[in-house]
């Protein structure tokens, strides 16, 4: 099915939306792509079209974050090109197990990840105030490899995985990690979309209207986590976990 203008004008409002809670805590997906399911595009081709446009809206918030000086430079230039690794690497991954296995795993992290942020103390405010642990830059490449693996392979939380790795990894607070998970997602979002539009699985029809709004959500978002700080931003990672959460037990059903 082809959407017609009013489905891809609904489906742009639906971006926006997505674009600024993923740039805050990510799991815009889980309004985007059951979007486009609902819309009638086949699964292949929506999940696609949705790195088709995501990747804006990641690229935007990255930008946002960069010009607040909440990314660091020399992580990275590791994270970076680690993020966009693992994505392929869990793309290949895919055609030899199902993503369902990963199905009741992911539950439980989500719900993990939901309780260690609603429940962590306050982590300094600027960044030079939290020195990162030893091998910091070793374990940030790590987390980045991984979680964009699992982002090229199954996908759901991607986002909101990073944060919880960079807090409890290197010691960030939450606006500071949500920036150095920037990093990643748009890595593994734009290796994804390599490998996607290499297919012709993008509808760039709607892809692209989608993507103007997820510019403007992604930097809104980023704006008001930078703005808000780590009370905005622990708020909305504990309701996209536990979104998440439900979401795929219901799936599970």
Do not use: C
Request: glycine share 14%; net charge positive.
């Amino acid at each position: 099915m082809d959407p017609g203008l009013p489905a891809i004008a609904l489906l742009a409002l639906v971006a926006l939306v997505g674009g600024t809670i993923d740039a805050i805590a990510g799991g815009g997906g889980l309004l985007t792509v059951p979007a486009l399911l609902a819309a009638g595009l086949p699964p292949h081709l929506a999940l696609g079209t949705n790195k088709g446009q995501s990747v804006f809206g990641s690229f935007a918030a990255l930008v946002r974050f960069s010009h607040a000086g909440l990314v660091h430079g020399g992580r990275a230039k590791v994270t970076f090109p680690l993020g966009a690794l693992g994505a392929i690497a869990g793309a290949a991954l895919v055609l030899a197990v199902p993503p369902a296995v990963l199905r009741p795993v992911v539950l439980v992290l989500l719900g993990g990840a939901a309780l260690f942020v609603g429940l962590r103390r306050a982590a300094p405010a600027r960044l030079e105030d939290a020195p990162p642990p030893r091998h910091a830059l070793a374990l940030a490449g790590g987390a980045a490899a991984l979680i964009g693996a699992y982002d090229g392979f199954f996908g759901p939380g991607t986002g909101t995985f990073l944060i919880v790795a960079f807090v409890a990894l290197l010691g960030l607070g939450l606006s500071h990690a949500s920036a150095e998970a920037k990093v990643v997602n748009f890595a593994s979002n734009l290796a994804a979309l390599v490998l996607f539009a290499a297919r012709g699985r993008v509808l760039w029809r709607v892809a692209l209207p989608m993507a103007a709004a997820q510019l403007a959500g992604g930097w809104l978002g980023a704006h008001l986590a930078v703005r808000r700080g780590d009370a905005l931003v622990r708020r909305v990672v504990v309701a996209v976990a536990l979104a998440l959460a439900v979401k795929l037990a219901l799936d599970m059903r």
